[in-house]
Every structure is written in structure tokens, then in C-alpha cells.
């Protein structure tokens, strides 16, 4: 090898140029050849009209950083108020942009992860980890302004508090996310996981191919992931964009392919995946955007997540052929006309919402 690409080749590598092909060229991808969806028919459609369908407004209301009353309130349905508790970090560490979170999952030992997909990275991504025992202690709640500047010096350096806040945060490299609305976490084996759903453009898929990641908690990048395809009797269904698992381990994500919304139950393993279409499906959506999917530990409710409309039903009434009634569901709608990315549980009842403009995170005043 002459000098000059030796040269080249180190320059590369000084700047990030070879390392983010190294880190995917690492990761472990399963082909499953079999389908992974196990069943796809016979299904009857449920009058859900306790959800009203909110449609995603034309322009998303942008909060001040110095408004002093960020409460979310629900406007219809079942009461719930969110109440702000961390003003997210923007700059994020050295300048990243962290202007759009798409996910969040929270982990029994009250660890935050929040899936951040800057406008500029197509498909790309990365996931900051917040120790909320660490900022509880330290009073982030009190403090929201301050901690939004976390990563802003003050005449050249931290501050002491600004350095106690970034010992509890732990920022991920970017990587192949997709859309990246499906961070999320099993409580049964305590992984995270999350589909990688590139898109050509915002909601048209790059192919009907279905990845799913599992994401290391150490270094918040995948470490494997498992291709596949969602297929029966010659219906291919492309790879979801929300995911959540309850507490045995099975995993969930819904769709609206235009006949109402098809909630999927399946089991995702080290190597291989498989799903069913439940045997209702919901005519009444919660929205024009499907943003996420929660599972509620204590009260055993998947919640479908759009924008300021929240809808939740007990997992139990899934099995078999479906058991589901109108009287089995919650709803709630909102006012603020803020982008809602998602909603996650730590080991209470409390909801945890995910808002953009200005991305926060609130918790419910109740269980939720």
C-alpha cells in the first residue's frame, strides 16, 4: 500500500468517514426464509365509537421555551392532564441536532431512551440514554431551562450542574434507523428492539422487507437484526413504523391499510419473528397519523398513539377471536396541536408522552 492512500485511509478514519460502514458491516443479520406472519384472515370489523378520529392539524403548534404552563389537557373523552417534566437537551452533545425525537422507551431500571432522527439524515439516526434516577435526584423537574442547555457552555464551560446532567446521559452513534418510531422495550428478556423501516419518502416504505433490530443497551446501537417478510396468500404487508411488547414478552404493532386499525401479536426471537393479525378490526382510528404504540404494565392496556388523540384497550380482550367491545376502550383527545411521537411506562400507571415543538416529555397526572 503506497503512502498516499495510507494517508487517505487515516484521514477517513480520523473523521468518521469509514467508521459508520464498520459499525453495520458488525451487525448480525438473520435471513428468515419462512413467513413471519401466521395468520392474515377471517377477521370481523368492531364498532369502536367511543374513538373519535382527530386529524392531524395543518401546521403543529410550537411551545416557547419560556412558557411556564406546558400542561397538555385532554379536551373530550376520559380526563388525563400530562404534566412537563423534562425539557429535552437541544443543542444535543457537540452541537448534534435534537430537534426530532421519534420514540421513547423506558426500561424496569429507569433508563429513558429517546430515538432522535435529525431532519438532515435521511433514514439515520441515533438514541440518548437519560438516567432518570440520576436527574430526578438532581432536580431536573425544578430546573427544565437549565437542563435544556445541558450541552451550552457559559463563557467556555460547563457549569457544575451542566456536568452532573451529562453524567447521567449517554449519547449513541447514529445509525440505519428507518422512520424511527418504534424504539422499544421488552420487559420480559429486558431488550430493546425497534423495526428498521426506511423510507423513499415520508410513509411510502423502500421495500416490503421487514427488519427488526435488537439495540445493545451498552453501546445504543443494533447488534443484530432479523430480515423477513410479512406475507400471506400472496398479501405482503411492508414492516410496521410503532412497536411495544407487554409484560410476557409478546410483541405488538398496528396498522391502517384503509380498512381501520389491524393490531398485530407475535413473539420476536434472537433469530427469527413471527406475527398474526388479530381478529378485530377497529373501524375508528384515533387519527390521521399512526405515531406509536404504548403498553400500560399495571393496568395490561395497549394504547394506539396519533397526534393529540390516545386510545387504549385491555390486551386481554385479543385473544382467541377477540373479545373486544366498545366499553373495552379509553379515548382521549388534545388540545395543544403538538406532534405526539409516543408513549411510554416505567413501572408505574403514569403515562409518559413524548411531544415535538418543543420536544419534552410529560407524565400523565394518573394512572393512564
Known sequence: MNKGVVLVMTFLMAFGFMGETGVNAKVKTYHQKSSALTGYGNTRKLNNKKVHFVKVPKKYSHISNKATNRTVYSTRGNKVNFISNYLLPY?????????????????????????????????????????LTKLNALGVQKHRSTFQKTFVKVNGKYSATKLAYQNAIKVGPLFNT??????????????????????KTARVPVSKWGYIAHISAKSLKPDRKIRFKLSRNGTWIPGGHNLTFDNSGNAYFWTNPGSGAN?????????KVKFRR?????????????????YNPVRH????????????????????KGHLTNGSFNWSAFAPKREFEGVAYGNSSRAYLLVNHNPEVLVSDRSY
Open 91 to 131: 443543542p444535543g452533545k457537540n452541537n448534534q441536532r435534537s430537534r426530532n425525537p421519534q420514540s421513547i422507551a423506558i426500561s424496569k431500571s429507569c433508563f429513558m431512551y429517546i430515538l432522535y432522527c435529525p431532519t438532515n439524515t435521511k433514514n439515520r439516526g441515533r438514541i440518548v440514554r437519560y438516567n
Open 178 to 199: 428507518g422512520h424511527g418510531q418504534s424504539l422499544a422495550y421488552n420487559r420480559k428478556n429486558h431488550g430493546l428492539y425497534m423495526w428498521i423501516d426506511n423510507e
Open 263 to 271: 393490531v398485530f401479536k407475535g413473539k420476536i426471537h434472537h433469530s
Open 278 to 294: 388479530t381478529k378485530q378490526i377497529l373501524k375508528h382510528l384515533p387519527g390521521t397519523r399512526l405515531q406509536g404504540m404504548g
Open 301 to 320: 392496556r395497549l394504547m394506539l398513539v396519533s397526534d393529540d388523540s390516545l386510545a387504549s384497550f385491555p390486551t386481554s380482550k385479543l385473544v382467541g
